[in-house]
């Protein structure tokens, strides 16, 4: 099945409303230095074609229920380079659009505005992640994504076309992405809905960010040490993620924009993945 119930790694601090996600391909080339996937897909930063995806996810749809929402993509991005050239995602949305399918899109690229024409005849909402409005620090972070500026006027195009639009702020790194939140924020401030999430960190994403950034980690890790462990994840103390969790809320709902949080143990309302904005 390609179709799956959308399952965190069963984290306690999850508060997704029920839902399904579909990954159109394996594995992901934006290669973000702090991608939680390279823990459970090998190979993880090459992007696969998943062999005969789109007649068995046809089969699939036939039987699914239309009062359900489909996410694309959790593990990996919708929108990696290739689909320039293969427009299997593409496919995908229109399968989907025969299929009435209602679907939560959330990607780190701008090649979703090709997409624009077929969105806005779906029930759907679209996302993009932004970690940084900072360039030179994205391209460090991020460093096949493309620019944060081309994903934010992508989703501008997709908000004129009437479709609805949210954002995640995700990670949120003390000492890095935290000092430019604000011009981060100001540069979305044209979304309904926001989702911020600190970062969490596992054994290999933790080694990739002491290997590119040293300084930061000399000065950063000591925090996770005296944070917690949860579900194989390194996490930053709690006082600080709340305290975090606070400023971030204020500012995101001083802007009129909704507000949630990922995995934090901190509340979201009225969804904190932007589900609510699909309509049903």
Request: net charge positive; proline share 7%.
């Amino acid at each position: 099945m390609y179709i799956r119930p959308f399952d965190p790694w069963k984290s306690r601090l999850c508060t997704c409303p029920f839902k399904y996600t579909l990954n159109v391909y394996t594995g992901c080339n934006h290669a973000c230095v702090y991608c939680y996937i390279t823990s459970y897909i090998p190979n993880a930063f090459q992007v696969r074609v998943k062999e005969g995806l789109l007649s068995k996810l046809e089969r699939e749809l036939r039987s699914f229920d239309r009062r359900n929402l489909i996410a694309l993509s959790y593990s990996s991005d919708p929108y990696p380079t290739v689909e320039r050239e293969l427009g299997i995602t593409r496919k995908v949305l229109e399968l989907f659009k025969r299929h009435n399918v209602r679907c939560l899109i959330l990607t780190k690229s701008d090649i979703f505005k090709r997409d624009i024409d077929i969105l806005s005849e779906l029930r759907c909402a679209v996302g993009v992640t932004v970690t940084t409005i900072d360039e030179g620090k994205a391209r460090l972070l991020e460093p096949n994504a493309p620019i944060p500026k081309k994903r934010i006027n992508a989703l501008k195009k997709a908000k004129e076309a009437g479709i609805p639009v949210y954002a995640r702020i995700d990670p949120i790194i003390p000492f890095y992405t935290w000092e430019d939140f604000g011009e981060t924020l100001e540069a979305l401030s044209f979304v309904s809905h926001i989702t911020v999430s600190t970062l969490k960190l596992k054994p290999d994403s933790k080694r990739r960010m002491f290997a590119k950034f040293p300084d930061l980690m000399e000065k950063l890790w000591p925090l996770y040490e005296q944070g917690e462990r949860m579900e194989g994840y390194y996490y930053l103390p709690r006082a600080l993620r709340m305290q975090i969790m606070r400023e971030a809320e204020r500012k995101i709902l001083e802007r009129g924009i909704t507000f949630g949080s990922c995995r934090e143990g901190y509340h979201s309302f009225p969804s904190c993945d932007g589900s609510h904005l699909v309509p049903p």
